[in-house]
C-alpha cells in the first residue's frame, strides 16, 4: 500500500501537471472531512471537459480499487457533470487515465490496474484535452462491455447511448 505522504505528494504532482496542461484544477479536501461519501482526489475542467479524478500511485505492483471508491466516483461525476477518470502512475511512468467502464473488474468486484494495461491501453494526460466528446478516440466500445457497465452502474445510460453512437 501506498503511504499517504507519497499518496499526498503524487496528488499535488498530478494536479500540478492538470494546471500546466491548462486545467482549473482544485484538490478534493482530506478524505474523511466533507462527507461519509467518498470524494474524488482532484476536480479539473478547462471549460469545455470536467473531471473528477481518483488518483492512485504505485511503484510497480498493480493497483487497487474498491468497488466503493469506483462508485462513489461515478456517483459524485454524475451528480457533478463530470466525466469520471481514474488516473493511475507507476514509478518512472507518466500519468494514465482511464474511464471506470474500461477497468478490470475482479471477482470480488473491486477493480485492478496493472502496469502494462496503463502503458498500453491508459489514456495520456493530453488525451484529457482532446475534444467536447470522446469522437476522436472510438475504438469501438464491444456493446456487452458497456452493457455490463450500465448493469454494475459504472456508467450512467446515457454516458453508454453516447459510447455507442
Not at 493511475?88 to 470480488?108: C, K, L, M, N, S
Not at 462491455?145 to 459504472?154: R, S, T
Request: aromatic letters at 8%.
Amino acid at each position: 500500500m501506498m503511504s499517504n505522504a507519497k499518496g499526498d505528494r503524487r496528488e499535488r504532482e498530478l494536479v500540478n501537471r492538470l494546471d500546466e496542461a491548462g486545467f482549473a484544477v482544485m484538490r478534493a479536501p482530506a478524505s474523511g472531512s466533507a462527507t461519509e461519501r467518498e470524494l474524488p482526489d482532484v476536480l479539473a475542467g478547462d471549460g469545455v471537459a470536467f473531471y473528477a479524478i481518483e488518483a492512485k500511485s504505485s511503484s510497480g505492483d498493480p493497483i487497487y480499487l474498491t468497488g466503493e471508491e469506483v462508485e462513489a466516483l461515478v456517483y459524485f461525476s454524475q451528480n457533478f457533470g463530470a466525466k469520471p477518470k481514474i488516473g493511475v502512475r507507476f514509478d518512472r511512468e507518466d500519468w494514465y487515465f482511464f474511464h471506470p467502464a474500461e477497468i478490470h473488474q475482479t471477482d470480488g468486484g473491486n477493480y485492478r490496474v496493472k502496469k502494462e494495461t496503463a502503458l498500453e491501453d491508459g489514456d495520456p494526460m493530453d488525451a484529457l484535452r482532446a475534444t467536447d466528446d470522446d469522437s476522436d478516440d472510438d475504438d469501438g466500445h464491444d456493446i456487452r462491455d458497456v452493457l455490463h457497465a450500465v448493469e454494475q452502474g459504472v456508467l450512467s445510460p446515457d454516458e453508454a447511448a453516447s459510447m455507442l453512437e
